[in-house]
């Protein structure tokens, strides 16, 4: 059972665990610089590796990379937040890696270090203490649970809202460059008749990258609002909701050739829920779209109703003949760990988000094969949404 600190810990680890890119909690101790704690998506992308060397100095993690150290010794001495991106070589082979890493300084002695792109994983184990850590400097677990217990006191859980800002400048700053340089290369193709069509494609480049700013920006008033413990649920129109989603895509993809069935055994159906579903509804039909090769992305929608452990749900599927989902890889697909392999370079918050609302609503997700033991012919998403029935 856990006891009075660890719970108070879980608390101000939770915000920390709803980002999804790994994070890293340093506190400086005496001369030393310690280990913590980590969040949920770095246990996850490195395998619980993070969490085994709680304890450990940076000193001894890092020492065939002393560059991550002083990066830490000078965030905590210049008391404010570095980005970098450092070079990480293998000591064991001709490998190497550039990793962009924020350090975010937080009062009095404490760093939030987290990586911006996809870390190898040959990294994170180069990194790794394990099997020698007895034989390293760290702490025990009671001096480490007493320095979580300071960090509570110092309630620097307000600086969440700071990575939050932090993520929404990197992945936005990204977005406009994009935009940048097509607008530039649009400007030269002008000048050559001949170079017409290549407008176009960049063109449509940037009405793509318009699209990512505007989900970035509708995902992080999603997490804000996931934040509101206080958000009730009342009787709401699905189906509305669904309909309005339906319409958000196809105004959203406007170059891309989308149709989408909606097939449903009545004409309401009401859920106990709120806005949330929206959101939810628009990253299941993202998700659709974005994992889809083919000319012409087709979406069937069947809404029905379902009885399970003798309470009544309403039941929604999207079925997609997209690029589709391994079997192994269906049970981890709303975990942080299923993009263990992908890059970092978004907020890559779409299905993760997915299940954090379903579980709000008190629902449930899970994925399918469109056609039975051929996942290549597209994914089936079914979702269960509690109904709302009326007292009698």
């Avoid at 994170?124 to 203490?129: D, K, R, V």
């Amino acid at each position: 059972m856990l006891n009075t600190s660890e719970i108070l810990w879980d608390q101000f680890l939770d915000p920390y665990n709803k980002i999804p890119i790994p994070i890293a909690i340093w506190i400086r101790f005496s001369d030393e610089i310690i280990l913590v704690d980590a969040n949920q998506y770095a246990v996850d992308v490195t395998d619980g590796i993070i969490k085994d060397m709680c304890g450990c100095f940076a000193s001894e993690m890092y020492k065939n990379h002393m560059t991550l150290v002083n990066c830490l010794k000078s965030c905590l001495d210049k008391k404010r937040q570095i980005s970098e991106e450092i070079e990480i070589k293998s000591s064991n082979s001709d490998k190497f890696a550039k990793i962009r890493i924020k350090f975010h300084f937080c009062s009095p002695n404490i760093v939030y270090m987290f990586f911006y792109n996809k870390v190898p994983e040959w990294v994170w184990n180069e990194f790794s203490l394990v099997g020698n850590k007895d034989n390293s400097k760290s702490l025990k677990f009671n001096q480490i649970q007493k320095l979580k217990r300071a960090i509570i006191e110092g309630k620097t859980s307000k600086d969440i809202g700071l990575i939050y800002r932090d993520l929404f400048i990197h992945d936005m700053n990204n977005i406009f460059s994009n935009i940048q340089s097509s607008t530039h290369l649009c400007s030269y193709f002008l000048k050559e008749k001949s170079s017409y069509e290549k407008v176009g494609e960049f063109c449509d480049l940037i009405l793509d990258q318009v699209n990512r700013g505007k989900k970035v920006i509708s995902n992080v008033f999603t997490y804000l609002e996931l934040e509101k413990e206080s958000k009730t649920l009342e009787k709401i129109d699905l189906l509305e909701y669904l309909t309005t989603s339906i319409e958000y895509i196809h105004k959203t993809y406007l170059t891309r050739e989308i149709k989408i069935a909606l097939k449903t055994e009545n004409d309401t159906c009401y859920v106990l829920a709120n806005n949330l579903i929206g959101a939810l509804f628009d990253n299941v039909l993202t998700n659709a779209i974005k994992y889809n090769d083919q000319e012409v992305v087709k979406i069937i929608i069947r809404v029905s109703r379902k009885i399970q452990n003798d309470r009544y749900y309403i039941k929604v599927e999207f079925l997609d003949n997209g690029i589709g989902i391994p079997d192994k890889k269906k049970k981890n697909i709303f975990k942080v760990k299923s993009q263990k392999d992908q890059a970092h370079t978004g907020m890559g918050i779409g299905l993760s988000l997915v299940k954090r609302i379903v579980t709000i609503l008190n629902g449930e997700i899970w994925v399918e094969n469109r056609i039975q033991k051929d996942y290549t012919k597209g994914s089936n998403f079914v979702i269960l949404i509690p109904e709302y029935v009326q007292d009698k």
